[in-house]
């Protein structure tokens, strides 16, 4: 008599693009698999946003705002988790409980705190105006000055905002010269792709540009960039 071997289902399932918002959400966990293994495991089901999958009525059951990614957890009753800061929350929350890549808020308020402050600054200000940038410089049915320069220009104030804040720094939050967090894995995949918001080069904020570099080269961070 044979035996039939089922396979475990994975904790999770990760809905995404190649997109900067997709990306924060499998760099984190990517980051969080190196450290705590299969518990943190995923499947993923690419979402063609071309063909606008994610407006069909079952994901608008996963998330009426009708965005990637969405995380589904497995391992709390198919618990829905959307916006890509509050997946990166949830997931600190429940399954980084040696705190790698985050505060506690408890014993940690004051970093704690910084770390919400800059991920609610770039969900707010880089993700948006950088996407606006994307839109009007690649793909607006006509071409309207006014709106690129906008909205090029405020997204360079921005990195102006992380330069100040990079300067004598390593990373967006923490003590001493700051301690690399979801503060920075929330924002990362927008000024990874800089250049396709026109903007072709960080050597106007060196401090930024190195914050970029010591990312990049990190192995979960390449493994979460290649998915989907």
Do not use: C
């Not at 809905?15 to 518990?39: C, W």
């Not at 001493?176 to 995949?189: K, Q």
């Amino acid at each position: 008599m044979s035996t039939v071997h089922t396979s475990k289902p994975k904790p999770f399932v990760l809905y995404t693009a190649g997109t900067p918002n997709g990306r924060k959400v499998s760099v984190f966990l990517e980051e969080l698999r190196a450290v705590y293994g299969e518990k943190v495991d995923y499947d993923v089901q690419k979402i063609n946003i071309s063909r606008n999958d994610q407006k069909e009525p079952w994901f608008i059951k996963l998330n009426p705002n009708g965005r990637i990614p969405v995380l589904v957890d497995r391992a709390r009753e198919d618990f829905v988790v959307f916006e890509t800061a509050a997946i990166l929350l949830y997931l600190e929350q429940h399954y980084d409980p040696e705190r790698k890549l985050g505060f506690d808020p408890v014993s940690q308020p004051n970093e704690y705190s910084e770390m919400l402050q800059w991920m609610l600054w770039a969900h707010g200000g880089v993700g948006p105006m950088q996407g606006q940038a994307n839109h009007f410089n690649r793909f607006a049915p006509e071409d309207i000055p006014y709106a690129k320069k906008r909205y090029i220009l405020e997204t360079k104030r921005l990195y102006g905002v992380m330069e100040i804040r990079l300067t004598d720094r390593d990373y967006l939050a923490g003590p001493g010269r700051g301690v690399y967090s979801a503060a920075d894995i929330n924002v990362f995949p927008w000024i990874n792709v800089h250049q396709f918001a026109g903007i072709e080069s960080l050597d106007e904020w060196p401090s930024l540009k190195m914050w970029l570099g010591h990312i990049n080269a990190r192995k979960a961070v390449q493994d979460g960039l290649a998915i989907p």
